[in-house]
């Protein structure tokens, strides 16, 4: 979650300083104990965002009483067709607001684990061994971020929701009253379905802040100073029985006071030992299900949200904890900047690579604004703030729920910047702003997708990319980048309509067989050859056009080389052979079509001519090369 809020549907973004940095001092590392799990380096993520990925059960579907304020929605509330036009407007829309993105955040379209557990096979075709989920606790939301609690998976992700909010309705923070709802329980079969496959499982973990309906904030709000669970937030004042009014008042989140923000020590340097110890309880009974000190059954590991919202010295022992539960555990940072020093001080294997992977990526490949050097310069400079074992760790990530969707970055790229180190990254792609091209990416604006693809599937650290994007999917900033998953055995509305009223192409919705192939041969060059997952990383080769950029990976005797043009105009770029090892030089992957890649062998240097908007993989051979295409 970015530092941006939702207050009726309206974004505000806040810049200050807990954006910034890691609250609560210098932190307590645990240098003894590795953060880094060997697996990290072999992984190939795949973000879901469990309401949109695929409604397996009926059954199940969320319902009006279920919504977050759900007497502020109209009788008529259905839950929204999947494959409908995402900017058409049903009637119970329209009744509730004459503004398009008003009522979005109370569509629901029944996306459960039913349906992650049908896309398994899937996903293990696609070449991801590990997931990472967006929040499955128990909320209101559609995003979850505001959990009621984060010991039960979201009963409406689950086979009997009546049933299981009645089991929960009897429990209390003490892990002993927690019982194993149906939604549970399904969690821990698509645990071990996915294990079958050699899928590892990530959760999202937020220990920062709360949803109203909590149970503890719940306890806070019905029994005042009374409340066991009192201290667990920062309480303002509390309500005056004898009075009319509520004075009841507490701090939220940024502000935001939906989500009751917990308590730190006085000393600030760690979480409030209520919620803590409530936050180890839960992260042991996903960690370790059946508690029998074997963790093979429980997750791989958790991305934590808000990071530098909480202090250094809480994560050093959350960290630690969770290596005590499995030493294999995997833990990633939400943290926008150069996060060296907290994964560090936190002792967390990854960060979310915005800052040296997502933004330099944009920089150059999707707004042309950086040179290749510089590009390459940036990898290499930016990655090697991180500790060895960290840097192939990495989440390289281009896009996800927090952003606008790649497909859309790369139709709206930008000519100019306020901000030159982040490139405009995270452009705002919501109703705040109306320009927003929202239309389908062109086969130019797809071939630099494929470029980006390529450049993850082979650079240092970790590639992960989120749900649809390999199908093809489009979308501007939340809440536009969390359409419903389009799949090649539904039938999808054409996307015609505009949520300003504006002309717009008359876009088909189909899964993209060739793109779905392409990222299946890129992520298949990954696993099938250890220096693209373990070696080192460093420029090579000249050329004349400060459109091209190439980098070597290297591991013992073997290397990879990535070369790129990003020009409109064909491009050449030459690389000594001896500085590479190689006899010569074949195409191993291109990113566009036949042809459009070529290498020549003088005996001392290889030429490599690259069509516009191209890039390959490159591997020695012993022979001349022929030209590869990009589709199998």
């Not at 690579?353 to 390459?376: C, I, T, W």
């Not at 990535?562 to 195409?587: F, H």
């Amino acid at each position: 979650m970015k530092c941006t809020f939702l207050f009726g549907f309206v974004f505000v973004s806040l810049i200050a300083a807990g954006c910034e940095a890691t609250r609560g001092g210098e932190g307590r590392q645990r240098s003894d104990v590795p953060t880094v799990p060997d697996w990290a380096a072999d992984a190939v993520f795949y973000q879901i965002f469990p309401e949109r990925f695929r409604n397996g059960d009926p059954s199940n579907d969320p319902t009006r009483e279920s919504l977050d304020e759900p007497h502020t929605v109209p009788e008529s509330w259905r839950v929204s067709s999947w494959t409908g036009d995402w900017y058409a407007r049903s009637d119970w829309e329209k009744a509730m607001s004459d503004d398009f993105y008003e009522p979005l955040r109370r569509r629901r379209y029944g996306g459960d684990l039913a349906g992650v557990i049908e896309k398994l096979e899937y996903l293990a075709d696609l070449g991801i061994n590990t997931i990472y989920f967006n929040p499955l606790f128990y909320a209101r939301s559609l995003h979850k971020y505001d959990g009621n609690t984060y010991h039960h998976i979201d009963p409406y992700f689950g086979p009997d929701p009546d049933g299981d909010l009645q089991m929960m309705a009897e429990e209390t923070a003490d892990p002993e009253t927690w019982q194993w709802t149906a939604a549970d329980s399904l969690f821990l079969e698509l645990l071990a379905e996915a294990s079958g496959r050699n899928i590892r499982v990530v959760i999202d973990g937020v220990w920062n802040h709360t949803g109203r309906d909590f149970f503890a904030f719940v306890d806070v709000r019905q029994r005042g100073e009374e409340s066991p669970y009192k201290d667990w937030y920062i309480i303002h004042s509390f309500d005056d029985p004898a009075t009319p009014e509520d004075e009841f008042d507490h701090q939220g989140w940024w502000g935001h006071k939906p989500l009751p923000e917990f308590a730190d020590t006085p000393d600030g340097k760690d979480l409030h030992p209520g919620p803590k110890k409530y936050v180890f309880d839960a992260t042991r009974r996903w960690m370790d299900p059946n508690a029998d000190g074997d963790p093979s059954d429980g997750i791989a590991g958790w991305r934590l949200d808000v990071v530098p919202d909480m202090p250094i010295g809480f994560w050093a022992d959350w960290n630690a904890y969770v290596r005590g539960i499995n030493p294999d555990a995997y833990t990633v940072a939400e943290i926008w900047h150069d996060a060296a020093g907290d994964v560090r001080r936190g002792g967390f294997s990854s960060t979310m690579n915005y800052h040296a992977f997502a933004m330099p990526v944009k920089g150059f490949l999707v707004d042309r604004q950086v040179s290749g050097s510089e590009f390459v310069d940036m990898l290499k400079d930016r990655a090697a703030i991180y500790d060895a074992p960290n840097r192939f760790a990495l989440l390289n990530l281009v896009d996800s729920h927090d952003t606008p969707r790649i497909a859309s970055m790369i139709v709206n790229r930008e000519s100019r910047y306020t901000e030159p180190d982040v490139f405009d990254y995270d452009r705002d792609g919501w109703g705040g702003e109306p320009s927003y091209d929202v239309r389908k990416p062109n086969e130019m604006e797809r071939r630099i997708q494929r470029m980006i693809a390529l450049v993850q599937a082979t650079h240092v650290g970790a590639p992960m990319i989120y749900y649809g994007t390999e199908a093809g999917m489009w979308g501007a900033d939340d809440p536009d980048d969390r359409m419903p998953t389009t799949w090649d055995d539904m039938q999808f509305d054409v996307q015609a309509s505009h949520p300003y009223g504006r002309t717009r192409p008359a876009d088909t919705v189909a899964f993209d067989h060739e793109l779905f192939a392409f990222y299946r041969r890129a992520f298949g060059e990954r696993h099938g050859r250890e220096v693209l997952r373990r070696g080192g990383f460093d420029a090579i080769g000249t050329s004349d056009s400060d459109g091209v950029a190439a980098f070597v990976r290297r591991l013992e005797s073997d290397a990879a080389v990535v070369v790129m043009n990003r020009d409109e105009d064909a491009q050449t770029i030459e690389m000594e052979k001896s500085a590479i090892g190689w006899t010569g030089a074949s195409v191993a992957l291109s990113a566009s079509a036949d042809g459009d890649v070529r290498v020549s062998d003088d005996g001392v240097t290889l030429a490599v001519e690259l069509q516009p908007l191209t890039a390959a993989l490159l591997v020695e051979s012993d022979s001349s090369p022929v030209p590869s295409g990009a589709d199998e």
